[in-house]
């Protein structure tokens, strides 16, 4: 019996999980309106009118393209190094007890529960100490470090749900420790890779606070909004942020889709069993 | 030493630590060509970690280990012409059982033609044929066993080493794998190494057994020997019931030597089972269940009759388990085959009974020695 309660219930539940959208998603919506507006003038607060024109001419803005593709590469380069060393971190860390281990494991994640203003100003002062002159470099160093701790964070997990005798396996059949790590390490471990990768592209693509003690002359994506949103932001930047997101969020289903088909055959194969 | 005549697995003087724990204490053995040997020992006996030393996933702490007459001690596995069949299967998840199998001979780089005629042969040869194009998280338990089999035997190595390979299946299923090991084993004539903890596995499969304990081989036999004439109370007790009493040595014959149990009763033992004991000196006398027998008071007949009550008895058809108390004390468990169609009114619970048995039926074991 659904009595008058439950109803009241419900319908509250619903108004709840709308709220809950709208607040999530009313900003993007805004930002995405305003990559369509026909503004005049500097300014970007007011719908004036819908045009294609910020979506044609994306890089319509002075230095607005360079700091975008400085952002990407970074962001690219970043969590290319940072994968291929977090899977080296995350094997040796969990595979094997040798001296320092401890150590390596806390120095990689502490980056992690260092807040970012903290770890910006020790990076200037030790780029300053050491004389570097800072730029691209200095940029992408840091960015490695700071994704390093997710990645490894990421992988291990992935490490410590696998069967440690299926690496002696292959080893036992005549594959060396490469070939092992190769054939049978690598492919097993790929989706927290993926997951690892992904998230370490994100975290670089939109840090601005470490960045921007780092960077010197150098522009990125998140410095030059922060700069631009002085004088006004240009649609430009909109149509931008929105464009990023659509790539992540095409990455992330893509990544799901992958994994889900990956579940789907394990459990027609466990249908399969049952029978 | 010369090649041919090399035993395919040496262990000489093999200890393993791992931190203060002496998981192995120095084992020495020696596994004939196409044998199928059995290493059988309770959890924690240091089974596995041999193994592993043969297979090269562990180094010794000490000692040296040889392959037909080649020390393999600091060789890594992949160079080791031996294979394991893991625990937990070990299988590649990501690899269709035939690309399973295939593995070994893919690293060997043998000729695709030649790998494919025999991973067809291996999988036949364990009855998955038509499983080739499946995933190994699609195959039942009892058939990933097979693949792991498969995956190992395909190679042809000198040696397979096999750590208790059918411990996650079902009693049934076990049986049936134990058979099917059996001839695949007399098939393929390779040695087996079988780590087990299963005493009716071991002997039923195998044609020599090393019996583990604390780490090391308390007794190496075949399971006959083992059985009628174990050395140790461990051995004894590990490979079934049996009984084991007190006694004193008071004279020796040529054949047989006589004792005295604590009650009094006068036991004859053949002498061979009774190495080095003096007069006077204090021993353990075994006898198993099934080779004792009961009769009413006063009408045995025999060498060694020991006098008793009866406290339990347990009619089980093919069978009847008696337990009988003797004066002194101790409890004898009695295994009579219901040959004779009686029932228990003659010699039933609360009877006084003699039990009696054959001085060759008897074994003798060393004091135990307790250094755990
Ligand atoms: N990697 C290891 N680290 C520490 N102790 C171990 C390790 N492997 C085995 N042991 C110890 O060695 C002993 C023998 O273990 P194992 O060879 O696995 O026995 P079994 O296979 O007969 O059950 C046990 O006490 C076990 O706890
Ligand atoms: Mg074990």
Redesign the pocket.
């Known amino acids: 019996m659904r009595t008058t309660w439950d109803r009241v219930r419900d319908a509250a539940l619903g108004v709840w999980a709308v709220a809950a959208l709208v607040y999530l998603f009313v900003p993007i919506f805004i930002v995405a309106l305003f990559s369509f507006n026909d503004n005049k003038g500097r300014f970007n607060f007011t719908f004036q009118g819908f045009t294609l024109r910020h979506w044609e001419h994306p890089f319509a803005v002075e230095g607005l393209q360079t700091a975008f593709v400085n952002s990407l590469v970074i962001a690219a380069l970043a969590t290319l190094i940072a994968v291929i060393l977090g899977i080296g971190v995350a094997l040796a860390t969990i595979r094997y007890r040798f001296r320092g281990r401890t150590a390596i494991e806390s120095l990689v994640l502490l980056p992690l529960a260092t807040p970012e203003v903290v770890l910006g100003a020790a990076l200037l002062s030790l780029f300053l100490v050491g004389g570097v002159v800072r730029g691209f470099v200095t940029i992408l160093l840091a960015h490695i470090m700071f994704t390093l701790g997710y990645v490894v964070l990421t992988i291990r997990a992935r490490l410590e749900g696998m069967d440690l005798h299926i690496e002696e396996a292959a080893m036992d059949l005549g594959a060396n420790e490469w070939q092992t790590l190769r054939k049978v390490t690598l492919p097993l471990i790929a989706p927290g890779v993926a997951a690892a990768g992904l998230l370490a592209f994100a975290i670089s693509l939109d840090d601005f606070v470490i960045t921007n003690f780092v960077s010197g002359q150098t522009q990125t994506f998140p410095l030059f909004i922060y700069g631009a949103a002085r004088q006004g932001l240009p649609p430009q930047v909109n149509v931008l942020a929105i464009a990023l997101l659509l790539i992540i969020v095409a990455l992330m289903f893509l990544n799901l889709a992958v994994q889900r088909r990956a579940g789907q055959r394990d459990a027609a194969a466990s249908a399969v069993l049952v029978r | 030493m010369d090649q041919h005549s090399a035993p395919d697995i040496a262990l000489d003087g093999i200890t393993k630590r791992f931190g203060d724990t002496v998981a192995v204490d120095d084992v020495s053995l020696e596994i004939p060509k196409s044998s199928f040997f059995a290493m059988l020992g309770p959890?924690?006996c240091g089974?596995?970690?041999t193994?592993r030393m043969i297979g090269g996933f562990e180094d010794p702490t000490e000692g040296r280990i040889e392959l037909a007459g080649q020390d393999v001690t600091r060789v890594p596995p992949y160079r080791r012409d031996v294979n394991t069949v893991f625990?937990s299967y070990a299988l590649f998840p990501h690899l269709t059982i035939e690309r399973n199998v295939a593995f070994g001979l893919q690293q060997k780089k043998v000729p695709k033609a030649e790998a494919r005629k025999r991973v067809a042969e291996a999988l036949e040869l364990v009855h998955l044929e038509g499983m080739a194009h499946r995933k190994p998280n699609q195959l039942s338990g009892g058939q990933q066993q097979r693949v792991a089999l498969a995956r190992a035997i395909v190679n042809r190595p000198r040696a397979l080493l096999l750590?208790?390979p059918l411990g996650a299946l079902d009693l049934k299923l076990r049986r049936q794998l134990q058979l099917e090991l059996t001839r695949i084993q007399r098939d393929v004539g390779i040695t087996f190494v079988h780590?087990t903890?299963d005493q009716e596995e071991a002997m039923s499969m195998a044609d020599t057994i090393a019996v583990m304990n604390k780490g090391r081989i308390e007794q190496l036999g075949s399971p006959t020997e083992l059985y009628e004439r174990p050395r140790t109370a461990f051995v004894a007790n590990f490979l079934g019931v049996c009984n084991l009493m007190e006694a004193t040595v008071v004279a020796r014959h040529s054949d047989v030597v006589e004792l005295d149990t604590a009650d009094g009763a006068r036991l004859h033992v053949a002498a061979d089972r009774v190495n080095g004991s003096a007069e006077g000196g204090r021993l353990r006398v075994g006898v198993r269940p099934e080779k004792l027998r009961l009769a009413p008071v006063g009408q045995a007949s025999g060498t060694n009759v020991l006098r008793g009550h009866v406290t339990d008895a347990s009619f089980l058809g093919v069978m009847t388990h008696y337990v009988v108390q003797t004066a002194a004390g101790a409890s004898l468990t009695i295994v009579a085959q219901n040959d004779g169609g009686e029932g228990l009114e003659l010699i039933g619970p609360g009877r006084e009974v003699d039990v009696t048995f054959s001085p060759k039926h008897c074994f003798v074991v060393e004091e135990e020695h307790d250094d755990a």
């Open positions: 959890s924690g089974k596995t970690t193994l625990q750590d208790e780590v903890h």
